[in-house]
């Protein structure tokens, strides 16, 4: 799949390369098609969002220079002047309305996107460098979603598929880098954008290798095939320390690895008694059963010896360092003894048997970490067999409503934008619950993200996101299990600012000497 032009073809003999080891399969090109982390790190190189995220996660200007809140109502946001697409052609306030309503019309969409967007009830264009966005209620963190809805050109893709996206035809952004080639499974090949609005990216052209394994990721780094890598393996980490070739550059994620649990359906999919027969009920709706589950979990010891050190033990649903992170929430103490009175309690003395699903190449040690928990369960008596999976199956099946208990990793900038997709009652209509693989649904936690959300003061809204986010660890609407550290590995010549959204960029990249 190629498409270019002139020089985009011909990469100069001798030009700065960069070459990147990425650590999950990228499935398309199309910035709309589904709201997916490994698609976006790769489609941010070569679009821009109106804002960005800085590498402690703060929101900071993107292709809009300045916004402000004439009224509760209203956010005007005042675009950058001269910002050119790819084909030359100058981004203006229609570009931004368009790509504002794009994802939602794209059909066979898995989405995602409607979370970010379904707050804006209005689009006013003032001039061709000024948009009025309007809202039904006063929302708070509009340009924190607003980070995660790339600008296409409005003429290039009115009639693109997302095919054409892969191929590069509809693939002009404003972003640093242009596409050359994507090729599914294998790699992304970028040229750098000379006519960028940014900073000048230091490379001339970066290939983005997609590595799901983790060896041969590594591999690739000590053979020199590749200057860099993410989510560098917990074994190789020692090595890599002490080599006098690399550094590493690290950082505790925004991301939180937990497990979902079906909450309404009855019986759940792979949820029977100990003779196989499916249960009456369903055991996940009562909060006794899902209180043993997170007991039954020595959150410790998978830090320690399936993460190796590279985790910090969850309660919360946001990490330390995002807003609305309370921190009087502890973790949940490991106590199996406690675990098998509560499932008594509720009425299965006798315990269960659950399949749990994961990916086996989406987050560090992620099967392994399955593994463990499995093993912990089934000492209180909950039998459990783990399903593992590539992320690319993963993904269909848990759209396809497949999993009873399922593992997930959930990164965001709050606590109340987590939980509006991770727990919130589903409702297409807000946008709510496109996450919430359990269907968990509480109208009094509904109502504490809705208020937290609606809240513009900094501060009101960090007090009522922790409110929230207080509520969901008490009612263990899913169990954390840890907060992730994330590490890249590259040369010593190079350096790059460890980013708490795990996002690697290759215009991040700096030349350093040894």
């Not at 910035?31 to 402690?56: C, K, S, W, Y």
């Not at 402000?68 to 697409?85: A, H």
């Not at 200057?227 to 070739?245: F, H, M, Q, W």
């Not at 009522?464 to 660890?473: H, T």
Request: hydrophobic share 40%.
């Amino acid at each position: 799949m190629l498409y270019c032009a002139g020089s985009l073809c011909t990469l100069l003999a001798g030009a700065a390369e960069l070459r990147i080891g990425l650590s999950a399969d990228v499935t398309t090109m199309d910035p709309h098609f589904v709201a997916a982390q490994p698609n976006l790190t790769v489609q941010m190189h070569v679009f821009d969002g109106l804002v960005r995220i800085d590498e402690r996660g703060r929101v900071i200007p993107g292709i809009a220079a300045s916004w402000s809140t004439p009224d509760p109502l209203t956010w005007e946001v005042k675009l950058r002047p001269g910002v050119r697409f790819h084909d030359g052609a100058e981004l203006t306030a229609e570009d931004v309305a368009y790509s504002l309503e794009r994802p939602l019309a794209i059909k066979g969409s898995p989405g995602g996107f409607a979370t970010y967007i379904k707050p804006i009830t209005g689009k006013q264009i003032v001039d061709r460098h000024t948009i009025r966005l309007k809202t039904a209620t006063p929302y708070g963190p509009l340009m924190q979603d607003l980070a995660h809805v790339l600008i296409v050109s409005k003429r290039v893709a009115a009639q693109a598929s997302s095919e054409d996206f892969d191929s590069g035809k509809a693939a002009i952004g404003t972003g640093p880098y242009k596409l050359v080639k994507f090729a599914r499974g294998d790699r992304v090949q970028l040229a750098r954008h000379d006519a960028y609005w940014g900073e000048r990216p230091e490379w001339d052209a970066v290939t983005l290798r997609i590595l799901p394994s983790d060896p041969v990721r590594t591999a690739a780094l000590l053979s020199g095939d590749l200057d860099a890598i993410e989510n560098v393996p917990t074994a190789d980490l020692p090595r890599l320390r002490k080599s006098p070739a690399h550094r590493l550059a690290q950082t505790v994620s925004w991301r939180t690895i937990l497990l979902h649990m079906d909450q309404y359906r009855v019986p759940p999919p792979g949820v029977t008694d100990k003779a196989g027969k499916p249960l009456a009920t369903n055991p996940f709706k009562d909060v006794r059963v899902r209180q043993a589950l997170s007991k039954a979990i020595n959150r410790q010891a998978i830090v320690e010896h399936i993460m190796e050190g590279l985790a910090v033990a969850a309660g919360n649903v946001v990490s330390p360092s995002v807003i609305g992170h309370d921190p009087n929430v502890k973790p949940e103490g490991y106590d199996p003894e406690g675990a098998k009175k509560l499932l008594a309690d509720a009425g299965y003395p006798a315990g269960f048997t659950i399949t749990l699903s994961a990916p086996n190449n989406r987050y560090i040690n992620d099967e392994q970490v399955a593994q463990a928990a499995a093993q912990m369960f089934s000492r209180i008596g909950v039998t459990t067999r783990v399903e593992a999976i590539p992320l690319s199956v993963y993904l269909g099946k848990a759209r396809n409503q497949e999993f009873g208990v399922a593992l997930l990793g959930w990164g965001s900038l709050a606590s109340d934008l987590a939980l509006r997709s991770l727990a919130a009652t589903p409702n297409p209509e807000k946008g709510y619950g496109t996450w919430n693989w359990a269907h968990y649904s509480n109208p009094t936690l509904d109502k504490l993200i809705e208020q937290s959300l609606a809240t513009v003061d900094p501060a009101r809204r960090e007090t009522a996101a922790r409110a929230a986010s207080a509520f969901a660890a008490r009612e263990v609407v899913f169990i954390p299990l840890h907060y992730q550290i994330v590490s890249w590995a590259m040369k010593r010549t190079l350096d790059y600012a460890a980013r708490t959204d795990e996002f690697t960029f290759a215009h991040q990249f700096r030349s350093v000497a040894k």
